[in-house]
């Protein structure tokens, strides 16, 4: 209504500036007023956060970027990378921490604020979430406190929101793939929530066909690459350079394990039916005669 009113006052006034006519600016004058107003007025919780009071941090609420009535959940099938809607969250709990100084001498004090959160991922029963951004910078999920819902028709209600909302008060989501993060600290980015975005994981794996699929039917696969250097090894691999201190050769992903643990995790979690894993061994040698090879 204000967008169609401010263009009805542009055409009042005519002309342009900067080549744009004065309806044009009239109607989205009215547009970005009515935006603020439905933010005001409709959204409520589902609001942007509120930016830090406090030069340590302090804030006065916080607002979410929530679901409502009539939002759309996604349906995917194979591996696809989304962000959710966030369908609860706790009340702040807010602590004070020393962290340290920005010069490096000392400590100073800042608010820390924790909660915990429930984000609805999509539609049906996922294999795995694969990995996990806040804020585009990648999490590892064995550092958060995280319970991953698939969305199987029989799964039960989450005890962190039960003991927040009372028990039988709670709907169990089933045949939806949602996550639950508990006492997730909002210090590292400035006491504001982070944009989340999964990568999930979606086989085929319908309960109600539980054969005559991929997913369920395959037996076995080739495991590849057959070279590299510990890229076989199961246990983390330390390198020593003497210049930088070196690093774990085989360890590529923020989960901190070793890159044959992620592949196979990942392969139970897509490929269920799987019984064998054949591994591709490659030799190397330095002449094509074979009485010759070494």
Known sequence: ????????????????????SATAIGRFAGAALGRVIDDRLLSGPASAANAATDPRGQIDALRVTGSGEGRAIAQIFGRMKLGGHIIWASDLRQSVVDVPAANGSGTVQQYDYRLDLAIALCEGEIGQISRLWANEVELSQTALSMQVYSGRADQLPDPTIEAALGSGQVPAFRGTAYVVLQDFSLLPYGNRLPSFQFEVSRPDLDAAAPSGTIARDLPGVALMPGTGEYALATSKVHLWNGISGGGAANVTTPTGQADLDVSLNTLQAELPGVEAVSLIVSWFGDDLRCGHCQ
Not at 1 to 20: E, I, K, P, R
């Open 1 to 20: 209504m204000l967008s169609a009113a401010g263009a009805a006052v542009g055409s009042a006034f005519g002309g342009a500036v900067l080549g744009v």
